[in-house]
């Protein structure tokens, strides 16, 4: 009776280790279209042997754990990618918007504008009596004047908007490391047993979505939580701390916690953040 007890016991938990790959391939099927989720599989171990009637007899297969199918490594460079390509795309969309304001190719042109200023100046030192060449000039340089004034307004407007942009990417990026803190320590608490799946796919999705806005670096820790640089390997987020940056006037500065900022403007090279600033 132990022999077949032992056998319906072995066939018992290999249903169940089934059961829970089942389980897991309905999981990945579902999120088929969430760009957020990474495939998981069921790691499944030996149960060892037992002695029985002078021999060996192995008791059958258990799942131990549901991993991701992940290279963190991988991942973190795909971020730092993602970051450049983020600020050579917004440095492009604005020199776009600027280079077709300037169309020196229009006939009002500050080129042009210019040009006929200029030439106009050249035809009274041809012809200085006549009073028709010098209300030429005059009504070239008011014109000029205008134009000059048009492109300061239409650039002051430009930084306008590029200002509000930083800022709500700032405001949004503080938002995001308070987020992954707490993460971070939901995963250190919950991967005492287990690994945390769901909340570190929450957590990549926040990283990419925070290395769009900035060039940053991420270091796994052996506690499971991430840390996160950004320049000059300051800290926006460790384990379950995280660290504010704030603007003022036109620079971005880090906050240490005792309130202390850090001009670090210059230092930033990538994210959406980096091509405004360009």
Known sequence: ??????????????????????????NNIANVNNPDYSRQNVEQINNGNMQYAGFLFGTGVNSSQVTQSINQLLENRLTGEKSSLSGFEEAESYIKIISDHFNES??????????????????????????SERLIILENGEELS??????????????????????NAVDRINSITTDIAKLNQDIMG??????????????????????????????????????????????????????????????????????????ITDKITGGQIGGWLD
């Open 146 to 167: 205008e134009r000059f004034n048009m492109a300061y307004n239409y650039l002051d407007q430009v930084k306008t908007e590029i200002n509000m942009k930083l800022n």
């Open 190 to 263: 919950q991967e005492q047993a287990r690994t945390s799946n769901d909340k570190r796919d929450q957590r990549n999705s926040l990283i990419d979505e925070l290395g769009k806005l900035i060039n940053v670096s991420v270091f796994e820790q052996a506690s499971g939580a991430v840390a996160i640089n950004v320049t000059n390997g300051l800290p926006i987020v460790n384990g379950n701390s995280n660290y504010d940056l704030a603007v003022s006037g036109e620079s971005i500065n880090w906050v240490d916690s005792a309130g202390k900022s850090q001009d």
């Open 106 to 131: 229009s006939d009002n042109s500050i080129s042009n504008v210019l040009t006929d200023f200029w030439n106009s100046w050249n035809d009274l030192s041809n012809n200085p009596g006549d009073d």
């Open 1 to 26: 009776m132990s022999g077949i007890g032992s056998t319906l016991q072995i066939a018992k938990g290999a249903l169940a280790a089934q059961q829970y790959g089942l389980n897991v391939t309905g």
